[in-house]
């Protein structure tokens, strides 16, 4: 159900009011329709850290490619996503095996994003429904809270998601992610904002699991290009074991 | 003058499209191992307890160019035990589970294959993979190539090019075979392989290369449904077979078949059959569960030597794998085998610990909890009791 309220956020003037608009301005902003980005995954914890680079190309709500371009232990392992279809492909035996959509629910390589994060199978714009929730000032800064619900027919992992969206740009800062008995089970922020492309994007994502405060995992986006042409083949099994 | 500055451009142009990288792992594994009565009694097997070292690696290159590339990997595997003494009449035969697959070219015809030979030790120096391979709209290898499909981690028979190395210790280890393949990407759905394979291994070498010509095609016919299919003639048997996948929600299952018939020569043999069933469901974000069961029909001109030909020593099996994660650095595997049909039973752990960015370590340990009392299926009576630890690194 729509709620309109007053709501001011310079980025997209009047349509800001609409929350529709403004979930999909934020996903049009950071998702893009076609984006390719090189990342850097820290997963800390009080006794250990482990450092991960990816490249991840995404076109639209269908297909994702990752590739693991170190440490050396995964270095090549690439994963493909055509709809509920994945496969994984690991260059050093030649293997792809057809991997379970359930998959998507599984951490990301021992840390606390999973793969449907990586690999971006769901779409807060179109798998959730929104309304806008109280006004919130934290740290000097404006914010609105929208709920989001996931749709009957969807098929995603957190049937609700509170975010915390900036006045200001009208790009999220918080996901607040609970789960069917509507426990706060994990908290993702979005910081240190930069332009790429034309397209404003938080390059600093920090995941926090809510039941072990000691452990977290950050995703520092190095580059992200917008509006790349993809070959034709690129999301392929072709291209998936061409590495 | 003119020329040769040229040719120098044009030299450091084509250079400069090639790309080259090195990559591999070492791994160290030591294990005490544990005979059974029947193996003693009934195979000659006349030892009690032993330890067994294994030292093995492997080294990738890639060099690649345009739309081509080179890939090559040298294989060693250095084995310590006094079970590699030499024994008459019957050898010992663990050590061919504890280093399986013991053959790690499937389809061999260019040798490329060293083993030194000590008093109680094994060092072989194999190259599993040297191909060439060309990416055009389609695709064509050729060399030392693996192959690798099929979706049974277990039990994988559509595929007898590379065995699954479920039920082992070891990983990262790929068979190769010598050949040629083609791929056509027929459409986003079709993808059809075509093999032309050599053999000169089966029996020894007696002049005759033993052809294999091999379809494999995956079609998808939904986005949830997809079929493979294979056909062909190899190591003298004609054989054709299928795998069915459907992606449900939140799991996946499949099913392959695989029927052979009869040596084409003149050999005594009879028809085989295999058949599997598959399930898979990673059940929340920690815990993964896979179940495989299935149905080996056993050949009766099987002798001891070519018990790793068909791995499995079972005949009517299930087998369920679990995998959890309890901490991001340590994952258990607990999986457990058994015969339907006479009873055998093994049980199989293996605790993985990441150490570092790239080195891991495995403790492990396999126990044959039940084996059958009748002579069906031998290769049950080897099986032994084992807890072992490696080390393995990457770069």
């Known amino acids: 159900m729509k709620t309109k309220e007053l709501f001011f956020c310079a980025a997209i003037g009047v349509n800001a009011s609409q929350v529709d608009e403004l979930t999909k301005y934020a996903e049009t902003q950071i998702r893009g329709d076609r984006s390719s980005s090189k990342i850097q995954m820290n997963i800390e914890t009080p006794n250990w850290s482990r450092t991960l680079e990816i490249t991840s190309d995404v076109e639209g709500k269908d297909f994702a490619l990752s590739t693991i371009d170190s440490p050396a232990k995964e270095k090549g392992t690439r994963t493909l996503r055509i709809k509920n279809n994945m496969w994984n492909y690991f260059p050093k035996l030649k293997k792809k095996i057809s991997v379970s959509s359930s998959m998507l629910l599984s951490s990301w390589m021992g840390s606390d994003f999973t793969n449907d994060d990586i690999l971006k199978a769901s779409s807060m714009n179109e798998d959730y429904t929104h309304s806008f929730g109280a006004d919130i000032v934290k740290d000097g800064n404006d914010y609105k809270m929208i709920e989001h619900k996931a749709r009957e027919n969807s098929k995603v992992m957190w049937p609700k998601i509170v975010a915390l969206t900036s006045k200001q740009d009208c790009l999220p800062r918080e996901y607040h992610y609970y789960d069917k008995k509507n426990n706060l089970k994990r908290i993702l922020t979005f910081s240190e904002i930069k332009t790429f492309d034309g397209h404003l994007f938080p390059t600093k994502w920090t995941m926090m699991p809510q039941n072990d405060h000691k452990k977290m995992t950050t995703i520092i986006y190095k580059d992200v290009k917008f509006n790349v042409s993809f070959k034709k083949d690129h999301f392929t099994q072709k291209n998936l074991t061409d590495y | ?395």
Request: net charge negative; no cysteine.
């Open chain 2, 1 to 395: 003058m003119k020329i040769f500055v040229i040719v120098i451009l044009l030299s450091s142009s084509a250079l400069a499209q090639v790309k080259g990288s090195l990559s591999g792992n070492v791994e160290m594994q030591g294990r005490q191992v544990n005979n059974s009565d029947e193996a003693k009694n009934e195979f000659a097997q006349d030892w009690d307890k032993e330890e067994f070292y294994l030292y093995q690696g492997n080294l990738n290159g890639k060099l690649e160019f345009k739309d081509s590339k080179i890939q090559s990997n040298l294989f060693v595997r250095h084995a310590k035990s006094d079970l590699l003494k030499k024994k008459e009449p019957i050898p010992y035969l663990a050590p061919g589970i504890y280093s399986f697959p013991k053959k790690m070219v499937s389809r061999d015809v260019f040798k490329l294959v060293h083993t030194d030979t000590g008093r109680s030790s094994e060092t072989e120096y194999i190259i599993t993979n040297l191909s060439y391979e060309w990416n055009y709209d389609n695709r064509f290898a050729m060399g030392r190539l693996n192959i690798n499909y099929g979706l049974g981690e277990i039990f994988n028979p559509l595929n007898p090019f590379n065995q699954p190395t479920g039920l082992t210790t070891l990983n990262q280890v790929s068979q190769g075979a010598d050949g040629f393949n083609t791929t056509f990407f027929v459409n986003d759905k079709h993808t059809l392989n075509f093999y032309i394979l050599g053999d000169k291994t089966q029996d020894g070498y007696d002049g005759q290369i033993q052809k294999t010509l091999w379809i494999h095609g995956e079609y998808e016919f939904t986005e949830k449904l997809q079929f493979d299919y294979v056909a062909g003639e190899d190591q003298n048997r004609h054989k054709l077979g299928s795998q069915i996948k459907y992606n449900f929600d939140s799991s996946m299952m499949f099913v392959q078949v695989l029927y052979q018939t009869d040596f084409t020569d003149d050999k005594p043999s009879h028809p085989l059959w295999d058949a599997m069933i598959g399930y898979d469901q990673q059940l929340n974000s920690k815990w993964h569960l896979r179940f495989e069961g299935g149905y080996q029909k056993m050949n009766r001109y099987m002798t001891e030597s070519s018990f790793s030909e068909r791995f499995l020593p079972a005949e009517y099996f299930i087998a369920i794998a679990n995998q959890y994660e309890i901490h991001p650095l340590i994952k258990i595997t607990g999986t457990v085998f058994t015969d339907v049909k006479d009873g055998f039973t093994y049980i199989l752990n293996r605790n993985t610990f990441s150490i570092a960015n790239n080195i891991e370590a495995d403790i492990f340990g396999s126990i044959p909890m039940v084996k059958s009392s009748s002579n069906d299926n031998p290769a049950q009576k080897i099986i032994t009791t084992d807890i072992g630890i490696s080390l393995r690194a990457f770069f």
